[in-house]
């Protein structure tokens, strides 16, 4: 026993700087698995336009941000059967309203897709307008199974 406590006294400052970085490796494993980007996307309906023979698709989307990052999405790729369609980035005005009162306009709302890149703070979501161009076919294959949300790096 006497040795054991002689062996620490001497070797005191190295003991120590082994737990530490011991502890400081176990912090930096926790914090690789835990900030990870999580990012869910919910397609909550959809409306298919045909404008000038090409298939206008107007989603409802619902972006979910699981991590504690702030994750700004800059593109949104639908694949399906390995083609991609891209989201397009621009806002579209999608649809208008006026709210009358005895043939005189009161209220004009324009409802417009959303503009790129969507913030997410972290743990929130945000609920936004999209819109594509994509083949006919794509609307029998929409069950949110088959979409896919790719992050580029």
Same mark, same amino acid.
Do not use: C, G, W
């Given at each position: 026993?006497?040795?054991?406590?002689?062996? =620490? $006294?001497?070797?005191? #400052? +190295?003991?120590? /700087?082994? *737990?530490? *970085? =011991? =502890?400081?490796?176990?912090?930096?494993?926790?914090?690789?698995? +835990?900030?990870?980007?999580?990012?869910? &996307?919910? =397609?909550?309906?959809? +409306?298919?336009? @045909?404008?000038?023979?090409?298939? *206008?698709?107007?989603?409802?989307?619902?972006?979910?941000?699981?991590? !504690?990052?702030?994750?700004?999405?800059?593109?949104?790729?639908?694949?399906?059967?390995?083609?991609?369609?891209? %989201? %397009?980035?621009?806002? !579209? &005005?999608?649809?208008? $309203? @006026? !709210? $009358? !009162?005895?043939?005189? %306009?009161?209220?004009?709302?324009?409802?417009?897709?959303? $503009? *790129?890149?969507?913030?997410?703070?972290?743990? #929130? /979501?945000e609920q936004k307008f999209v819109v594509m161009y994509g083949p006919e076919n794509l609307a029998m294959v929409v069950p949110k199974s088959l979409l896919t949300l790719i992050e580029?790096?």
């Open positions: 026993m006497k040795e054991l406590l002689e062996f =620490i $006294k001497n070797h005191y #400052s +190295t003991i120590l /700087s082994i *737990f530490v *970085f =011991i =502890i400081s490796l176990i912090n930096l494993i926790y914090l690789l698995l +835990t900030n990870k980007k999580k990012l869910k &996307m919910n =397609i909550a309906n959809f +409306t298919i336009v @045909d404008v000038n023979s090409k298939h *206008f698709y107007m989603l409802n989307v619902e972006l979910i941000n699981k991590s !504690r990052l702030h994750i700004s999405v800059n593109e949104i790729i639908i694949e399906n059967n390995k083609e991609q369609y891209r %989201i %397009i980035k621009s806002p !579209r &005005m999608l649809a208008e $309203k @006026d !709210r $009358k !009162r005895n043939n005189e %306009i009161i209220n004009h709302q324009e409802i417009h897709s959303a $503009k *790129f890149p969507i913030n997410i703070a972290s743990l #929130s /979501s580029e790096k």
